[in-house]
């Protein structure tokens, strides 16, 4: 079993900069694959990056290629999104979700674990 707490979000202007931690208690965590994914109001639950339980493989989704950095520090059972650039649009509850595998994808259908989430707006 895994739990997962997310925090590190909060209001910024467009522009701005915020760094997502994903915080994991339990055993093994160099062996679930992380996902963070984002809800806005009135939608769909969407991907936005993964990595790999070693952290050697990385996705992310088109909308935010270039802008948001993930990485994890298995020592620290911590995964981050530095989130860069900042857009009206990305304003969403952030999720951190876990998966008992190597490789995940960007669907949350992948993923078992998942945190409370964090919320983070965007705007001036």
């Known amino acids: 079993q895994l739990q997962l707490v997310e925090s590190g979000g909060g209001l910024v202007q467009p522009g701005g900069s915020l760094r997502l931690s994903c915080a994991a208690s339990?055993?093994?965590?160099?062996?679930?694959?992380i996902g963070w994914f984002r809800q806005a109001p009135g939608k769909e639950r969407e991907g936005v990056s993964c990595?790999?339980?070693?952290?050697?493989?990385?996705e992310y989704a088109d909308s935010v290629k270039g802008r948001f950095t993930i990485s994890r520090d298995n020592a620290e059972n911590t995964v981050y999104l530095q989130m860069n650039d900042l857009k009206p649009e990305d304003t969403a509850v952030y999720y951190c979700?876990?998966?008992?595998?190597?490789?995940?994808?960007?669907?949350?259908?992948?993923?078992?674990?998942w945190g409370q989430g964090t919320q983070v707006t965007v705007s001036s």
């Open positions: 339990g055993r093994k965590f160099d062996y679930y694959a």
């Open positions: 979700a876990a998966e008992y595998t190597v490789i995940a994808g960007l669907y949350s259908y992948e993923y078992d674990y």
């Open positions: 990595i790999s339980s070693t952290g050697g493989s990385i």
